[in-house]
C-alpha cells in the first residue's frame, strides 16, 4: 500500500518542488532599443531647465561670451514685486483665453458645417487650411501689410466705418489685431480635428438617437460632444503651447503700440566731412559719437564709416 502510493504519479507530483518560471527581463528588446534616444530627449530637456534654474539666481552677460554672475534672489525679488512683470502675466493670460476660446469655438462650429456638407467637402476643408499651411512669420507680415494705416485694406475699411486711427499704434487695437490673426490662422488646425473626431462618432447611434426624439441640441450635448471629448482635449493641448506664434512673429506682441527707440550706449553720432570732401579725390569721413548720460557704465563701443 504505501509502495503503491510512493509510486502514484499525482502524489509524486504533488511532493515535488514548484519549479519557478524564468524571470523576464524588467527591460525588454524595445526598451533597449529606446533607450538613447530616451536618453537624448531627456537631455535635450533636462539640461535646459537645469540652466535656467542657474540663469535665475546670476547675472547673464553675453559680451566676450557667456558668462553668469551669481546675485542670490536678485532676480526672483524683482519677479514678485515688478508691476511690469505682473502686467505682462495678465497681458498673457488673456491673451492665451481669447485666442485659445476663440479658436476652440469657431473650429468646433465650422466642423459641424463641414460634417453636414455632402459634396464638395474636401474643396472646402482644401480652402479653410490654407491658413494653418502658412508660416507664422508669412502671417505675421501679412497681417501687418493689412493693417498699415496708409494702404492696408483693413485700415481703409474702418476708415470707410469712422475710425480713422493707426491699428497698430495704440495698444488696445495691437492686441485686437494680433488675436485676430491667431486665430484666423490656427482655426482651421481646430476645424479639422474635431472633423476627425466627428467622422469617428458611429452613425448608428446618431441614427438611434434620432429616432428616439433627440434634437439636434441634445444629440450634440449627450452624444457627439462626449464622444469626441477625447479628440477636442488633444486639440486644446496642441493650442496650449503655441498660442504666441503669431504675435511674436508679427513684430506688434500683444502690448504693442507705436514704436519707441532703444536704449543704446550712445545717444548719438555726428559725421563731420573734411572742407575737401568735394575735390576729385574723395577722404574718409569721420564720425564723432559722445556717449549717453546713464549710469550704468556702457560697454566699449565706437563709430566708422
Keep these: 500500500m504505501a509502495h503503491r502510493a510512493a509510486s502514484s504519479p499525482v502524489l509524486g507530483q504533488a511532493a515535488r518542488p514548484a519549479t519557478r518560471a524564468p524571470r523576464q527581463p524588467r527591460v525588454g528588446f524595445e526598451g533597449r532599443m529606446m533607450t538613447p534616444g530616451l536618453i537624448l530627449l531627456a537631455a535635450l530637456s533636462i539640461v535646459p531647465f537645469l540652466a535656467l534654474i542657474a540663469m535665475s539666481f546670476s547675472r547673464v552677460r553675453l ?5 553668469l554672475d551669481v546675485v542670490g534672489l536678485t532676480n526672483w525679488v524683482r519677479f ?3 508691476a511690469d512683470m505682473w502686467m505682462s502675466w495678465l497681458r498673457t493670460i488673456v491673451y492665451f483665453v481669447l485666442t485659445v476660446g476663440l479658436e476652440m469655438v469657431l473650429g468646433i462650429g465650422i466642423a459641424l458645417c463641414l460634417y453636414r456638407v455632402l459634396r464638395g467637402r474636401n474643396i472646402l476643408l482644401g480652402l479653410l487650411l490654407l491658413p494653418m499651411f502658412a508660416a507664422p512669420s508669412i502671417v505675421g507680415l501679412l497681417g501687418r501689410y493689412l493693417t498699415d494705416s496708409t ?4 485700415a481703409w475699411v474702418l476708415r470707410s466705418l469712422g475710425y480713422g486711427g493707426d491699428i497698430l499704434g495704440s495698444p488696445a487695437t495691437a492686441f485686437a489685431a494680433v488675436v485676430l490673426m491667431d486665430v484666423w490662422e490656427w482655426t482651421p488646425l481646430i476645424a479639422l480635428i474635431t472633423l476627425a473626431g466627428l467622422s469617428s462618432v458611429p452613425q448608428s447611434v446618431r441614427e438611434a438617437a434620432a429616432v428616439d426624439g433627440a ?3 441634445m444629440a450634440l450635448r449627450y452624444i457627439i460632444f462626449p464622444a469626441i471629448s477625447n479628440v477636442l482635449l488633444v486639440a486644446l493641448l496642441i493650442r496650449r503651447w503655441t498660442p504666441s506664434a503669431t504675435s511674436t512673429s508679427s513684430g506688434s506682441p500683444p502690448e504693442a503700440g507705436p514704436p519707441t527707440r532703444p536704449r543704446s550706449s550712445l545717444s548719438g553720432c555726428t559725421r563731420r566731412r573734411s572742407a575737401s570732401s568735394t575735390s576729385a579725390t574723395p577722404r574718409r569721413s569721420a564720425w564723432r559719437c559722445w556717449p549717453s548720460r546713464s549710469s550704468s557704465p ?3 563701443s565706437g563709430c566708422w564709416t
Design 80 to 82: 514678485f514685486t515688478d
Design 298 to 300: 556702457a560697454p566699449s
Design 151 to 154: 494702404f492696408g485694406l483693413y
Design 215 to 217: 434634437g439636434g441640441w
Design 63 to 67: 559680451l566676450g561670451g557667456v558668462a
